[in-house]
């Protein structure tokens, strides 16, 4: 479908990633598309960083784009009833100004511990003969490098068939090189969030492979209780039945909703800005407008 004939006005996505992290376009890529296809706002939510957002600042300007500043998060939280802790990625906005100094300084002490992550993970891969160096790995990703930009270069070079035989046997959790990145808890994430300025939200809900819906609830509400803000109840990882689901946990908790693509470029073809996959985006303005009330 082309883009032109799916305009998108009154529609937004919270949920975007540019070159700065982990995706592939240049963030001015990513705003001359969220024009094109009508989008009424967007968030960039680069993976620790600011970068995206501020170098797309000029380019929304210029097309009248309404651009939301965003950041997503890894942490590591305990889920009741249940044996060790889960990864859970936390979306932060900041729809009232900047984040404060010591917000911006804990950011940047986060890129530290990933490049250590990456230093430890680029030699035990040197240690298996694989010639592959975190300057390579750096200039891809930059500050914000990690796996993905090492399972590229493995297939590139042809230690690997794809991404997914890259972390299968090389870096994912139950390969040989694979290194544990430490990452804040949670809780502890949304109260940094919060003294900064921002406002916390649970991305993709669903990634947190909960089985047990009473334990999922229980943690939620936990997170209420340390400040969770809002529910990422619209996302492309989510059909219908789950947005629906998640949409009422988040009425009945009074979390805000949110929603976005989780748009990468290259990395996630079948994810489509403002559309998410086979069109299971669609996320109101209303939705950042509430937002903005809450800031």
Not at 16 to 23: L, N, V
Not at 235 to 256: I, R, T
């Amino acid at each position: 479908m082309d883009i032109d004939d799916n305009k998108l006005n009154g529609f937004i996505d919270l949920h975007a990633h540019t070159d700065a992290s982990d995706g592939s376009l240049p963030p001015s890529d990513l705003i001359s598309m969220a024009h094109k296809i009508g989008l009424s706002a967007l968030a960039i939510t680069d993976h620790e960083t600011f970068a995206g957002f501020e170098t797309a600042r000029s380019a929304a300007g210029e097309f009248g784009l309404d651009l939301l500043r965003g950041i997503e998060l890894n942490t590591s939280v305990a889920v009741p009833n249940t044996v060790g802790r889960r990864t859970l990625h936390l979306l932060a906005y900041f729809p009232a100004g900047e984040p404060s100094l010591s917000f911006q300084e804990w950011i940047a002490s986060q890129q530290e511990q990933r490049r250590e992550r990456n230093r430890n993970l680029a030699e035990r891969l040197q240690q298996q003969g694989i010639q592959i160096t975190l300057a390579e790995v750096e200039a891809r990703g930059r500050s914000v490098a990690g796996r993905p930009h090492f399972a590229r270069i493995l297939v590139e070079k042809g230690y690997a068939t794809d991404i997914a035989d890259a972390f299968q046997r090389f870096i994912g959790e139950d390969a040989p090189a694979f290194v544990e990145r430490i990452s804040p808890s949670t809780q502890d994430a949304i109260e940094i969030v919060l003294l900064g300025g921002g406002v916390p939200v649970i991305a993709h809900p669903v990634r947190l492979s909960l089985s047990k819906r009473r334990e999922e609830r229980q943690l939620f509400e936990a997170l209420k209780d340390a400040g969770l803000a809002g529910l990422e109840v619209i996302h492309s990882d989510q059909p219908a039945g789950l947005q629906e689901y998640y949409g009422q946990v988040a009425a009945e908790l009074n979390l805000l909703p949110t929603g976005g693509s989780d748009f990468h470029g290259t990395p996630k073809p079948k994810v489509h800005l403002g559309r998410g996959i086979a069109d299971n985006v669609r996320v109101p303005l209303e939705y950042l407008q509430r937002l903005r009330e809450m800031a």
